[in-house]
């Protein structure tokens, strides 16, 4: 089936290291998004990408990298400058030719810094 | 992209219809009104979205007031599955590479059995 695919679902890193959340899409979407989300408040933009090789910064992008070289992968760094990374993060698609569309969301991925 | 306004917390009991408000008095003529929800520890689902008139899908209905100030979204006959955080957003697509949409913190709907 389609969908969005986002690994590991749980993760648990010390602090001062790096760590890349993966986003894997099989909808042939052009538009992917990372949002982040803190208990009990909305959904934050960290980064989006409307085409492969561009992306953009969103509110919260200090701490945080992404890449797109393939229009399915939108892999998501969370660096060691970022100052609190503990939260559930989200990836998203949507067909980005339309001026409209709903988001596809995955499962998300719940980082923990120890 | 317009502020969209929501009561934090709701109850319904299970059978019954389900009414969210969302209050978006700032909305744009371009602007769409998009919901979706989010079961705990889960990635939000989109629910339903519209411009001017009320919508009707398989999930839910939306009735949009004609001054576009505020919408409602009605979940017919609320099962407990149903129990979730209901976010409302005001959107407009600009332009390529200079969209996105923002989540607020929702309504959390309790359907009681």
């Known amino acids: 089936d389609g969908g969005i695919t986002q690994s590991p679902k749980y993760l648990f890193r010390k602090e001062g290291q790096n760590v890349t959340l993966s986003c894997e899409q099989n909808l042939n979407h052009d538009a992917m998004y990372w949002y982040r989300q803190d208990p009990g408040q909305g959904l934050r933009l960290i980064y989006y990408s409307q085409i492969v090789n561009d992306f953009q910064k969103g509110d919260i992008a200090e701490g945080y990298s992404v890449s797109r070289e393939k229009k399915e992968s939108f892999p998501l760094t969370v660096t060691s400058a970022q100052k609190n990374p503990t939260a559930f993060y989200l990836c998203?698609?949507?067909?980005?030719?339309?001026?409209?569309?709903?988001?596809?969301f995955g499962e998300g991925s719940r980082l923990t810094v120890l | 992209d317009a502020k969209t306004t929501q009561p934090p917390s709701m109850d319904c009991a299970e059978g019954r219809a389900a009414n969210l408000p969302c209050n978006h008095s700032?909305?744009?003529?371009?602007?769409?009104v998009y919901w979706y929800r989010q079961i705990h520890s889960q990635g939000p689902q989109y629910i339903i979205h519209?411009?001017?008139n009320n919508e009707t899908n398989e999930m839910a209905s939306l009735i949009i007031t004609e001054d576009r100030k505020s919408s409602t979204l009605i979940l017919p006959h609320a099962t407990l599955r149903d129990t979730a955080v209901y976010y409302c957003i005001a959107y407009m697509f600009l332009n390529f590479g200079n969209e996105k949409l923002t989540f607020g913190t929702g309504t959390r709907l309790t359907i009681i059995p």
């Open positions: 519209g411009l001017k």
């Open positions: 998203a698609s949507r067909q980005g030719a339309m001026n409209t569309g709903e988001l596809f």
């Open positions: 700032t909305i744009s003529g371009n602007e769409y």
